[in-house]
């Protein structure tokens, strides 16, 4: 089988240069294993007897080594973007999450500590290249660590202390170079700036476009990214033919419906419903908690002015007249698998996709959201998109406005900070509905987004008590 050849490869491969390999390889279409690079994989295991300091208690240990090294500096937490303006000197990043967008700023830090992220990852990578120290996979780190409290980071022993600790620093981790010297350690010098260094680090900004790739790690970057892109497109650009999906048994009021992919349903189904016991699609139960954890209490009420701005869309906006058969009238249709979700939905006048991957790889979950539409005009749709998105940057999610669409996401968790993530959008999706009809007043704006806030915390404190 291929994978024992895979196995017996990197055996070998490891073998001959005396430690872990990071190996990229393929099967020609003639079923020939082809290596096409090896580099050191640089990750520390967990010793058995960790070499932590003697007669000095860490504040926390545990994690994984992303980036190998010791750091002292100054906690800097970090939850939106906002917070990296103000980052101060000898700043040590705490995140939740190991998200992409941070390695802009770590030539700016000390180190780096995150509650979740895969030491394979974007940023853990960037981080091993600017020899950043970073310990990834520290649960509560944002809220055992205060801001500006003095640390020192030893992400090779997965250890926090609290101040300064000069032993630590005065430690070296010698790394042997096992090409040093060599024809090939020359040739490889000379090429390297054509293939490791990262230029487009930000996939929302402006100069991350192909026309700025200088290296075949940009290029494989922006294809990465451009290519989660499309996937998230694909429920948008594809209709499904009524008779795929099932219509979903519940005793709420609104209709969607389901199309098994692969394995989402526990057993066929060959009657036209089925029954919500039968899904065992781990994203969508969580987005199905979310969605029924709180009734909703209708539609708000509406002022004269936000009546007419409703009625005036809904005269001359052909996309909101039912007549046209536009995309706006379509149903509620979620596409799953047991670890994949897709729910691309219409409510009213709005739309919203939301698109997950929840398993046991870290580093391959995943969710995209995208919340966009809405009767009012423009500026009340503008303004709800911001609503939506202030709330989720409560929540950890990385945001982005545009106009009167909002984006949302989250990469490289574990599972349950999936579910728990999905189980909050799915109540956004349900409790947001209409809420673009009174968003001129800021004072019903905040009493809105205060009852919605109270609700999530509701959501996510009691299950923190259950765990």
């Not at 394979?120 to 950043?132: D, K, Q, Y």
């Not at 594809?238 to 057993?267: C, E, Y």
């Not at 580093?363 to 989720?392: P, S, T």
Request: charged share 25%.
């Amino acid at each position: 089988p291929q994978i024992i050849e895979l196995a017996r490869m990197a055996s070998r491969i490891e073998a001959h240069y005396g430690m872990p390999q990071d190996i990229e390889w393929a099967f020609t279409p003639e079923a020939s294993l082809v290596l096409l690079q090896t580099r050191p994989l640089d990750v520390r295991e967990a010793q058995a007897v960790p070499n932590l300091l003697p007669g000095v208690s860490p504040l926390i240990h545990g994690g994984q080594t992303a980036s190998a090294g010791t750091a002292h500096g100054f906690v800097h937490v970090v939850k939106k973007d906002v917070d990296i303006l103000v980052l101060p000197e000898k700043a040590i990043l705490v995140c939740v999450e190991a998200a992409p967008k941070w390695a802009a700023v770590l030539n700016r830090c000390q180190g780096i500590i995150t509650e979740q992220g895969s030491i394979a990852g974007h940023l853990a990578n960037v981080s091993r290249e600017f020899n950043i120290p970073a310990l990834f996979g520290v649960p509560s780190a944002t809220d055992l660590l205060r801001p500006g409290q003095e640390i020192t980071l030893d992400a090779d022993n997965m250890a926090i202390y609290e101040g300064l600790q000069e032993t630590l620093l005065d430690r070296k981790q010698e790394r042997p170079n096992m090409m040093e010297g060599s024809s090939v350690f020359q040739t490889l010098l000379r090429v390297n700036k054509f293939i490791t260094p990262l230029h487009l680090i930000d996939p929302d900004g402006l100069e991350f476009k192909a026309s700025n790739c200088q290296t075949l790690h940009d290029i494989t970057r922006f294809c990465h990214e451009k290519s989660v892109q499309e996937m998230f497109n694909f429920g948008r650009d594809h209709n499904f033919s009524p008779r795929s999906s099932k219509q979903l048994k519940t005793i709420t009021a609104m209709q969607w419906w389901v199309i098994n992919l692969d394995d989402g349903f526990r057993k066929e189904v060959g009657s036209k419903m089925v029954p919500l016991d039968n899904i065992v699609s781990i994203p969508m139960l969580a987005l199905w908690r979310g969605i029924v954890a709180f009734p909703w209490e209708g539609p708000p009420s509406i002022d004269g002015k936000g009546f007419l701005s409703v009625l005036f869309q809904s005269a001359t906006n052909s996309n909101l007249e039912p007549s046209m058969a536009s995309q706006f009238a379509e149903k509620n249709y979620f596409m799953i698998s047991k670890h994949f979700c897709n729910l691309q939905s219409r409510f009213g006048y709005h739309f919203t996709s939301v698109e997950a991957l929840a398993g046991p790889r870290s580093r391959e979950n995943y969710i995209r959201f995208q919340f966009k539409g809405g009767a009012a005009d423009y500026h009340r749709r503008e303004r709800r998109a911001r609503f939506v998105g202030e709330i989720l940057d409560e929540f950890d999610f990385q945001i982005k406005v545009r106009e009167d669409a909002m984006f949302a996401r989250l990469d490289d968790c574990d599972q349950q900070f999936i579910e728990d993530h999905l189980e909050i959008l799915g109540h956004i999706l349900i409790h947001t509905r209409q809420l673009d009809m009174i968003m001129s007043k800021e004072d019903v704006v905040q009493l809105y987004k205060q009852r919605i806030l109270h609700q999530l915390r509701s959501l996510t404190d009691a299950k923190k008590k259950t765990a």
